[in-house]
């Protein structure tokens, strides 16, 4: 029955959706499983077991990390069949980025400063806005300039 549950979620993701999802089950399935799979084999892979075919474990669990990784309760979610929800609010796609970092120690008696909030908060937007392009690899080259340009006196 959770294994369905599964299936299902990942049979309501759009088409968008399920392309991301492919795209971090790929990287996953290589570095922390040394699998490495064509991508059109994998997407055959994912639909072979929305149509019932058993998983593996490994890739079982892969799908569920798969989940976790791409919206906050996501592998619980999909294991009670609920609809994974992607993020769609600033708040959501920070805490989607950002779940696997603490804070900077030097930083926290800084943040009940309302100001330093504020200015962190418009950094967060203005970096967003800076880099935003509707085309994804042009968004992602725009965030890696961007980026890289913080590298620089590291």
């Given at each position: 029955?959770?294994?369905?549950?599964?299936?299902?979620?990942?049979?309501?993701?759009?088409?968008?959706e399920l392309d991301e999802f492919l795209?971090?089950?790929?990287?996953?399935?290589?570095?922390?499983?040394?699998?490495?799979?064509?991508?059109?084999?994998?997407?055959?892979?994912?639909?072979?077991?929305?149509n019932g075919i058993k998983p593996s474990?490994?890739?079982?669990?892969?799908?569920?990390?798969?989940?976790?990784?791409?919206?906050?309760?996501?592998?619980?979610?999909?294991?009670q069949k609920k609809k994974v929800n992607?993020?769609?609010?600033?708040?959501?796609?920070?805490?989607?980025?950002?779940?696997?970092?603490?804070?900077?120690?030097?930083?926290?008696?800084?943040?009940?400063?309302?100001?330093?909030?504020?200015?962190?908060?418009?950094?967060?937007?203005?970096?967003?806005?800076?880099?935003?392009?509707?085309?994804?690899?042009?968004?992602?080259?725009?965030?890696?300039?961007?980026?890289?340009?913080?590298?620089?006196?590291?």
């Amino acid at each position: 029955m959770l294994i369905q549950n599964v299936r299902d979620s990942l049979e309501y993701l759009t088409k968008e959706e399920l392309d991301e999802f492919l795209i971090r089950l790929r990287d996953l399935l290589l570095h922390t499983y040394g699998k490495d799979v064509k991508p059109s084999v994998l997407e055959d892979r994912v639909k072979a077991f929305i149509n019932g075919i058993k998983p593996s474990s490994d890739y079982l669990e892969a799908y569920l990390l798969t989940f976790e990784e791409l919206a906050p309760g996501g592998a619980l979610n999909a294991l009670q069949k609920k609809k994974v929800n992607f993020p769609q609010s600033w708040r959501e796609l920070l805490i989607h980025v950002t779940n696997d970092r603490t804070l900077p120690p030097e930083i926290i008696e800084h943040l009940k400063d309302e100001q330093i909030r504020t200015g962190l908060k418009a950094l967060f937007f203005n970096c967003i806005d800076h880099c935003k392009n509707s085309d994804k690899g042009q968004f992602y080259d725009n965030l890696s300039r961007f980026n890289n340009f913080f590298e620089i006196n590291k």
